[in-house]
């Protein structure tokens, strides 16, 4: 058995998975984090460092339980060059838009890229989270659904190699998707796992 293989097999047996989530700032990266955690979403300021919370998911299908540390990073351009030091054992990223920011692809897409390139992620899972779809007019699912299309373009998900990844739209306020896409991470990584179980 490889190191890896013996490695992926300790994890499966602590069920601990680590997610870090990155995207710019405004993006509403804590905002999820604090409604998957059923905390007070109305108060919530630019995260100025990291922060790191745990949550525990229960597979509806198995009832096993896993620990999730979700590494909550701050998005602002200042804070960006220090991301680079959370990649380290990351099991999945979630990369977080804010669906009312097409302003920013570019600069979205830049930081993506940069981030994708790293090594030391390859091989986690990735979800695209794209946020805030309470705030278009009407719930209007078709224009989610353009939306998230010209994300999926901006960001060339299509050319992506090394990960597999998902994109959602969702709303932290409503709490829509949230749980869809953490449900997603797991399922990803228990299938990951139990190939070498
Ligand atoms: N309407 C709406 N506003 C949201 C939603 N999620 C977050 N926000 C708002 O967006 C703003 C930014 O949210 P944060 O969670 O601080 O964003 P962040 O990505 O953590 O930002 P940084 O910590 O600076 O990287 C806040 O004013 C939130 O209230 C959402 O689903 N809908
Ligand atoms: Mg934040």
Not at 31 to 42: A, E, F, H, R
Not at 81 to 90: M, R, V
Not at 97 to 115: A, C, H, P, Y
């Amino acid at each position: 058995m490889g190191l890896l293989s013996i490695i992926r097999k300790q994890k499966l047996k602590d069920k601990e998975i680590r997610i870090l989530m990155l995207g710019l700032d405004n993006a509403g990266k804590t905002t999820i984090v604090k409604k998957l955690l059923n905390q007070n979403i109305s108060e919530i300021s630019p995260t100025m460092g990291f922060q790191i919370d745990t949550l525990e998911y229960i597979d509806p299908d198995s009832k096993d339980s896993f620990r999730l540390n979700v590494w909550d990073v701050g998005g602002q351009s200042t804070l960006r060059p220090f991301w680079f030091n959370y990649f380290e054992k990351t099991d999945s990223l979630i990369w977080v838009v804010d669906i009312l920011s097409m302003e920013r692809m570019q600069e979205n897409f830049v930081e993506f890229e940069k981030v994708l390139k790293e090594d030391r992620l390859i091989g986690s899972n990735l979800l695209i989270l794209v946020n805030k779809t309470d705030l278009l007019e009407g719930n209007d699912s078709s224009r989610v659904d353009e939306i998230c299309h010209l994300i999926e373009e901006s960001l060339q998900l299509k050319q992506i190699k090394n990960h597999n990844y998902k994109l959602l739209p969702c709303s932290a306020y409503t709490g829509a998707n949230i749980e869809e896409g953490i449900k997603w991470i797991v399922d990803e990584i228990k299938e990951r796992l139990y190939l070498y179980h």
